[in-house]
């Protein structure tokens, strides 16, 4: 990361500010953070409004640690002894929430206590579609009779031809960039497969249920993809390397992307030292990144790093595509739609699970012999998942 975007200040020039307070909230190419006051004082100065983008160590704002309000002196407590446990109770009661949805909640005077978390802790979402709930009208005690329509919207004007024209966000910003350097910069090539998932398909209609019982988790088809990938990168390192300079570095280690599409953006959170997962572990951590995804509280540490990318467009009903890297990586799997069609098996026609895969690949480092070799490596996996307990 090396620049952000002021997205909204949350104190204003001549504010009191609490130590640990959030003062701004910023945009940047992969998450929105907050700034929080590393002392107590005044805002004296804001430096940048919002809207504006800053480089990494640019001053946002100037806060007087001598212009702090004194702490108001102590006082007697009004409440007999016997209201104080009462108070300490409904302390240890609140929610855990994030500074911006105090800030939120604090605004609209709303209690945190109220609004229902979307993870694990009350996001500034949570509280501003509760906010929005509250505010929306109450449905009439009755609906209108079945004989009278519903008033129809007002026709376009003829000729109406209106735009919009809206900033790029710093994440849709920065997937373009990467997007056009990813193209630029990469020898791309991308080789097709099919491959079918009945053995997989099998294994989760007879294990699912106790799966489910003992880990708490779905038992999905991605984690199959996930253990497939590392052996196949074992048997063809070069899939899971990056070029630095003149110099191809091989990576022992296997960081497994997972692309998943969020409001703002695709983003990829990594699974790391993915060869040393279990299902379970690889399930449970995949469904941790699509919820918060959701609802914004990935970390860049989350998003740092990787070695090899899978992508499922296939949850969205694509049945065909052409992944592009996510450089400096030099490999990604596209994963696709199920669909019954009909295969020759032993001489004879029948109907079985199929989907396409894609694996698009830098011809820089990786000849098309390897990359064709490594998704057939994948496809014989996915087809007799025995050889992923036998080759660990």
Same mark, same amino acid.
């Given at each position: 990361?090396?620049?952000?975007?002021?997205?909204?200040?949350?104190?204003?020039?001549?504010?009191?500010?609490?130590?640990?307070?959030?003062?701004?909230?910023?945009?940047?190419?992969?998450?929105?953070?907050?700034?929080?006051?590393?002392?107590?004082?005044?805002?004296?100065?804001?430096?940048?409004?919002?809207?504006?983008?800053?480089?990494?160590?640019?001053?946002?704002?100037?806060?007087?640690?001598?212009? $702090?309000? *004194?702490? %108001? !002196?102590?006082? /007697? #407590? =009004?409440?007999?002894? @016997?209201?104080? +446990? &009462?108070?300490?109770?409904?302390?240890?009661?609140?929610?855990?929430?994030?500074?911006?949805?105090?800030?939120?909640?604090?605004?609209?005077?709303?209690?945190?206590?109220?609004?229902?978390?979307?993870?694990?802790?009350?996001?500034?979402?949570?509280?501003?579609?509760?906010?929005?709930?509250?505010? $929306?009208? *109450?449905? %009439? !005690?009755?609906? /209108? #009779? =079945?004989?009278?329509? @519903?008033?129809? +919207? &007002?026709?376009?004007?003829?000729?109406?031809?209106?735009?919009?024209?809206?900033?790029?966000?710093?994440?849709?910003?920065?997937?373009?960039?990467?997007?056009?350097?990813?193209?630029?910069?990469?020898?791309?090539?991308?080789?097709?497969?099919?491959?079918?998932?009945?053995?997989?398909?099998?294994?989760?209609?007879?294990?699912?249920?106790?799966?489910?019982?003992?880990?708490?988790?779905?038992?999905?088809?991605?984690?199959?993809?996930?253990?497939?990938?590392?052996?196949?990168?074992?048997?063809?390192?070069?899939?899971?390397?990056?070029?630095?300079?003149?110099?191809?570095?091989?990576?022992?280690?296997?960081?497994?992307?997972?692309?998943?599409?969020?409001?703002?953006?695709?983003?990829?959170?990594?699974?790391?030292?993915?060869?040393?997962?279990?299902?379970?572990?690889?399930?449970?951590?995949?469904?941790?990144?699509?919820?918060?995804?959701?609802?914004?509280?990935?970390?860049?540490?989350?998003?740092?790093?990787?070695?090899?990318?899978?992508?499922?467009?296939?949850?969205?009903?694509?049945?065909?595509?052409?992944?592009?890297?996510?450089?400096?990586?030099?490999?990604?799997?596209?994963?696709?739609?199920?669909?019954?069609?009909?295969?020759?098996?032993?001489?004879?026609?029948?109907?079985?699970?199929?989907?396409?895969?894609?694996?698009?690949?830098?011809?820089?480092?990786?000849?098309?012999?390897?990359?064709?070799?490594?998704?057939?490596?994948?496809?014989?996996?996915?087809?007799?998942?025995?050889?992923?307990?036998?080759?660990?």
């Amino acid at each position: 990361m090396v620049e952000a975007r002021i997205a909204r200040w949350l104190k204003k020039e001549g504010d009191q500010v609490a130590l640990g307070e959030a003062l701004v909230e910023l945009e940047t190419e992969k998450i929105d953070l907050e700034v929080s006051a590393d002392r107590a004082g005044q805002l004296t100065s804001i430096k940048h409004p919002e809207g504006a983008d800053v480089k990494v160590g640019e001053v946002l704002a100037l806060l007087d640690p001598s212009k $702090a309000a *004194a702490a %108001p !002196a102590a006082q /007697a #407590p =009004a409440a007999t002894p @016997a209201a104080a +446990p &009462a108070a300490v109770a409904a302390d240890a009661a609140a929610p855990k929430a994030t500074p911006a949805a105090k800030n939120v909640a604090k605004e609209h005077a709303v209690s945190l206590a109220a609004v229902p978390a979307s993870g694990p802790r009350v996001t500034k979402q949570d509280v501003r579609e509760f906010v929005a709930a509250a505010a $929306a009208p *109450a449905a %009439p !005690a009755r609906t /209108a #009779p =079945a004989a009278v329509a @519903a008033p129809r +919207p &007002a026709p376009a004007v003829p000729g109406d031809r209106t735009e919009e024209r809206v900033r790029m966000t710093k994440r849709r910003a920065t997937i373009a960039r990467r997007l056009v350097e990813a193209q630029r910069t990469a020898a791309m090539l991308t080789t097709f497969n099919e491959v079918d998932m009945t053995a997989v398909m099998d294994i989760r209609a007879r294990r699912k249920e106790a799966f489910t019982k003992k880990h708490g988790v779905n038992l999905g088809l991605t984690s199959f993809f996930v253990k497939a990938v590392v052996g196949a990168l074992k048997a063809f390192p070069a899939l899971n390397a990056e070029i630095q300079g003149d110099e191809i570095v091989y990576k022992r280690y296997f960081d497994i992307g997972m692309a998943v599409g969020a409001e703002g953006g695709l983003v990829v959170p990594v699974l790391r030292d993915a060869d040393r997962l279990g299902f379970a572990d690889i399930e449970l951590g995949i469904r941790d990144f699509a919820a918060r995804a959701g609802n914004g509280s990935l970390t860049l540490e989350d998003l740092k790093g990787g070695t090899f990318t899978i992508t499922n467009g296939g949850v969205f009903g694509s049945m065909m595509s052409t992944p592009i890297l996510n450089p400096p990586q030099v490999g990604i799997l596209g994963l696709h739609k199920i669909a019954d069609r009909a295969v020759p098996v032993n001489g004879q026609v029948v109907i079985r699970p199929m989907m396409y895969l894609a694996l698009s690949y830098d011809h820089r480092i990786v000849d098309g012999r390897e990359a064709v070799q490594f998704l057939v490596k994948i496809k014989d996996y996915i087809e007799d998942p025995a050889w992923l307990l036998i080759e660990g």
